[in-house]
T-cell receptor, first 119, second 117 residues
Framework: DTGVSQDPRHKITKRGQNVTFRCDPI?????LYWYRQTLGQGPEFLTY????????KSRLLSDRFSAERPKGSFSTLEIQRTEQGDSAMYLC?????????????????FGAGSRLTVL | AQSVTQLDSHVSVSEGTPVLLRCNYS??????LFWYVQHPNKGLQLLLK??????LVKGINGFEAEFKKSETSFHLTKPSAHMSDAAEYFC???????????????FGAGTRLAVHP
């Protein structure tokens, strides 16, 4: 399977615990994105990486959230001291951008998501 | 600022009848517009994209959308619905920036399409 993989697919945790999600993007893609989707809403941007550099973070990403992409390949999203409001689907996506490629399209390929339930 | 409004949260059609999912956008500059579909337990899948070429865009599975700048609309249509089209559909806008860099995708709230036999 050459798509975007996310692990785990489901996570149930108690309030106050830490959780970590992993995303493996399409191997040749240089950009990786994290989005959050709550019930009945569209996905909201959290952060993105170009290679290993984290270039932008949304205000939605509080200091309890940290994302890394240490070698420019897979990425992790950690949530510390989880709260019930963190319950959501966390989506990862990747894309390939660069010179010579069609500009403006920036088509993202999404993974199936990691669903977090905080009790 | 960019924004997207999907005018219907739920749409229900009979199999074989036309589908219309409505989307209005707000963008300061030249937008890129997309429609994504989300089936249960599956990732978001790109249906089609508009990037300032032809205003009528054809996508996968018989879907198409027309960019109308005067109406700031990008409605999604399909001539004949199939049972497998039942899913959540998202209209998405992304602005092109002169300085380059990532243009965040702004998603609408989604329209749930139900298809009845």
């Amino acid at each position: 399977d050459t798509g975007v993989s996310q692990d785990p697919r489901h996570k149930i945790t108690k309030r106050g615990q830490n959780v970590t999600f992993r995303c493996d993007p399409i191997s040749e893609h240089n950009r990786l994105y994290w989005y959050r989707q709550t019930l009945g809403q569209g996905p909201e941007f959290l952060t993105y990486f170009q290679n290993e550099a984290q270039l932008e973070k949304s205000r939605l990403l509080s200091d309890r959230f940290s994302a890394e992409r240490p070698k420019g390949s897979f990425s992790t999203l950690e949530i510390q001291r989880t709260e019930q409001g963190d319950s959501a689907m966390y989506l990862c996506a990747s894309s390939l951008v660069g010179r010579g490629l069609t500009s403006g399209a920036n088509v993202l390929t999404f993974g199936a998501g990691s669903r977090l339930t905080v009790l | 600022a960019q924004s997207v409004t999907q005018l219907d949260s739920h749409v229900s059609v009979s199999e074989g009848t036309p589908v219309l999912l409505r989307c209005n956008y707000s963008s300061s500059y030249s937008p890129s517009l997309f429609w994504y579909v989300q089936h249960p337990n599956k990732g978001l899948q790109l249906l089609l994209k508009y990037t300032s070429a032809a205003t009528l865009v054809k996508g996968i599975n018989g879907f198409e959308a027309e960019f109308k700048k005067s109406e700031t609309s990008f409605h999604l249509t399909k001539p004949s619905a199939h049972m497998s089209d039942a899913a959540e559909y998202f209209c998405v806008v992304s602005e092109r920036m002169f300085s380059g860099g990532y243009n965040k995708l702004i998603f609408g709230a989604g329209t749930r399409l139900a298809v009845h036999p």
